[in-house]
Structure formats: C-alpha cells, structure tokens
C-alpha cells in the first residue's frame, strides 16, 4: 500500500513541476519591497539575472542526481515549505514541522530537521544570501590557481533560521561577477560558531526563467583553511522557477508519515 500512495505522491509532484513550465504566469507573485545590498552582492545577484527576477518567482522544483535514486526537491519560495521526494523515501517541511515518510529507516529521522532544505540552499545560491536578517561584510580575496577571487562573509541575526551561528562567503568571478565559490561552516546541533570552512566551486550554470541557478556543484578538499582539489560533485536537472503558487496540499505530511522534529 506504502509504495501505492508515494507513487501517487511523485505523481502529483511531478505534475506540479510540470505545470511551472506549461502555466509560469498563472498568479501574480507578491511585491517585494526594494532592498539595499551591498556592491559587492548586488554585483552578483544582477550577473545571475537580478534579485527582482528572483523575488518574482514563487516556486523552484529541482532534481538532484545521486547513485542511490534521484531526488526531487519543490521548494514554496515565499514560505520555504519543502518536500524532497525519492522512490525510498519522503520528507518535508510543513511551514511548522519536518515530516518524513518511509517503510523502513532508510532516512534517519534525526537527519530530517537539518537535511530538508540544505540542498536547496546551497542550490539556490546566491539568492539565498539575500533573504532578511543578513548581515554582510567584506572578506579577504580568494586565491585559487592564479585568479583573485573577491569575497563577501555573511552571517546571519540571533534567532534567524535553524543555524544562526552558520557562515557564509561568497567568492565573485572578477570577471563576470557570477559566483564563483562558495565557503561555509555547519553549527547545526553544535552550538556556537565554527572557523571549519568548507568549499564548493560553482562555475556551471543553467537559465532558469531568467535567472542563472547551477548544473553542477564540485565539492573540494581543503588544507590550511583553502581549497585543493576537488573530492565530489552533484549534478541537478530538470530545474524550473516560475509564479505559480503551489497547493499547501504538497507540503503537508502524508497519513502514512511522521514528524520527525
């Protein structure tokens, strides 16, 4: 019965993503204040197609390929409600709580909290880094086999989002001012901040509606606080952004599964 039902929940889901291509203007996305960004970060959100562009759309569905199964992730971009559906399992973020579905424990249920949008943050990158309650500073270049990146430290205000304590720069192509890689601590369960930065380079991007989001993401190892060489990459396909708002129905926990806070 379990493998009935998530067939007629990827159903619907895939549907849902399908409609963001086939009906992309079907409601008026709400208006967004005009906000103020440093150069810097300002610099970056126009090389993407502009933090307007971005703020415009409501909805992003996102397939991440992986060896074990690919997952589809559909983020409500104005409320953050997520679910991440795989053919083993499925979990989401009701606007309240985390949910997970699954026969089995494939999924560690005290994963849920920290794994349900951590893909689509390092996804949606830069754009995350402009929601509220960010603060940002500038940060010294990154060196990298004979280019100068120029970079931007963000953190975040006491109270905002799951990991405050979490940071974040962004290194710019001096170039084209595209984003270029990304370092970031992880605090989540750990109280207090970290100075363990990891890095991710970002150099391959698709069109999405306007707005450049990435195909690949290369994960590098790091020795004395900066990258080396790469140790693992993630690739995405089938990415769509558009004004549709999406029924909360998607979102919602399944009668088969759990919240999982």
Same mark, same amino acid.
């Given at each position: 019965?379990?493998s009935?039902?998530?067939?007629?929940?990827?159903?619907?889901?895939?549907?849902?993503? /399908?409609?963001?291509?086939?009906?992309?203007?079907?409601?008026?996305?709400?208006?967004?204040?005009?906000?103020?960004?440093?150069?810097a970060?300002a610099?970056?959100?126009?090389?993407?197609?502009?933090?307007?562009?971005?703020?415009? !759309?409501?909805?992003?569905?996102?397939?991440?390929?992986?060896?074990g199964?690919?997952?589809?992730?559909?983020?409500?971009? /104005?409320?953050?409600?997520?679910?991440?559906?795989?053919? /083993?399992?499925?979990?989401?973020f009701?606007?309240?709580?985390?949910?997970?579905?699954?026969?089995?424990t494939?999924?560690?249920p005290?994963r849920a909290?920290?794994y349900?949008? &951590?893909?689509? +943050?390092?996804?949606a !990158?830069?754009?995350? &880094?402009?929601?509220?309650?960010?603060?940002?500073?500038?940060?010294k270049p990154?060196?990298f086999?004979?280019?100068?990146?120029?970079?931007?430290r963000?953190?975040f205000?006491?109270?905002?989002?799951?990991?405050?304590?979490?940071e974040?720069?962004i +290194?710019s192509?001096? /170039?084209?001012?595209? !984003?270029?890689?990304?370092?970031?601590?992880?605090?989540?369960?750990?109280?207090?901040?970290?100075?363990?930065?990891? +890095?991710?380079? +970002?150099d391959?991007?698709v069109?999405?509606?306007g707005?450049?989001?990435?195909? $690949?993401?290369?994960?590098y190892?790091?020795?004395?606080g900066v990258?080396?060489? !790469?140790r693992?990459?993630?690739?995405?396909?089938?990415?769509?952004?558009?004004?549709?708002v999406?029924?909360?129905?998607?979102?919602? $926990?399944p009668?088969?599964?759990?919240?999982?806070?």
């Amino acid at each position: 019965m379990k493998s009935i039902i998530t067939t007629f929940l990827l159903a619907v889901l895939l549907i849902s993503c /399908k409609q963001n291509n086939t009906n992309p203007e079907s409601t008026t996305a709400p208006v967004i204040p005009a906000k103020e960004y440093p150069a810097a970060i300002a610099a970056t959100f126009k090389a993407h197609g502009g933090i307007d562009r971005w703020n415009a !759309m409501n909805n992003l569905c996102f397939t991440m390929e992986k060896e074990g199964g690919n997952e589809t992730h559909t983020v409500d971009l /104005k409320s953050r409600k997520v679910r991440v559906e795989t053919d /083993k399992f499925a979990l989401g973020f009701d606007g309240e709580k985390v949910w997970l579905d699954q026969d089995s424990t494939y999924f560690a249920p005290q994963r849920a909290r920290f794994y349900h949008n &951590l893909m689509f +943050y390092f996804y949606a !990158m830069p754009f995350v &880094l402009g929601d509220d309650g960010i603060n940002y500073a500038e940060e010294k270049p990154l060196e990298f086999e004979g280019v100068s990146y120029p970079g931007t430290r963000i953190s975040f205000g006491a109270n905002v989002g799951d990991a405050p304590d979490d940071e974040y720069i962004i +290194y710019s192509d001096p /170039k084209t001012n595209e !984003m270029a890689w990304l370092a970031y601590t992880v605090t989540y369960g750990k109280g207090g901040k970290s100075d363990r930065f990891s +890095y991710i380079k +970002y150099d391959q991007w698709v069109d999405v509606n306007g707005v450049k989001l990435p195909s $690949k993401l290369h994960w590098y190892k790091v020795e004395d606080g900066v990258p080396t060489e !790469m140790r693992s990459e993630r690739s995405f396909i089938k990415p769509t952004a558009t004004k549709t708002v999406l029924d909360n129905a998607l979102f919602s $926990k399944p009668e088969s599964g759990e919240f999982a806070e």
